[in-house]
């Protein structure tokens, strides 16, 4: 089974809005510290958002007041909810984990135990 699984992924026009999960399992529970990154083509992957093991969120400058990444402890779930979709959100989303539970999870991680990714599309 792999850790972490994403769904909610799709096409949206832009304004629209699109919800995001990511179920994880294994070691991956409770507070670790996780986050969803994005990749567009032609683009390197990017931190969009991370939750650390205290509850405190970190933000990419260009989803900022638009996105809001939140976990469900009890279901180990991430979500990611997104609005004011724009078409440079347009990208494969993935979840990402710190590879331990004590370690950190930054927007500029490269080291991660990531999902298997969701495509977002964001029409004009």
């Known amino acids: 089974r792999e850790p972490l699984v994403e769904s909610g992924g799709g096409s949206v026009q832009a304004g629209g809005s699109l919800g995001l999960s990511c179920t994880a399992s294994g070691v991956i529970r409770g507070n670790y510290p996780m986050g969803w990154f994005r990749q567009a083509p032609g683009k390197e992957r990017e931190g969009v958002a991370t939750?650390?093991?205290?509850?405190?969120?970190t933000y990419a400058d260009s989803v900022k007041g638009r996105f809001t990444v939140s976990r469900d402890a009890d279901k180990n779930t991430l979500y990611l909810q997104m609005n004011s979709l724009k078409p440079e959100d347009t990208a494969e989303y993935y979840c990402?984990?710190?590879?331990?539970?004590?370690?950190?999870?930054?927007?500029?991680?490269?080291?991660?135990?990531w999902g298997q990714g969701t495509q977002v599309t964001v029409s004009s």
């Open positions: 990402a984990a710190a590879v331990c539970s004590q370690c950190s999870l930054l927007l500029t991680s490269t080291a991660a135990i």
């Open positions: 939750l650390d093991r205290f509850g405190e969120t």
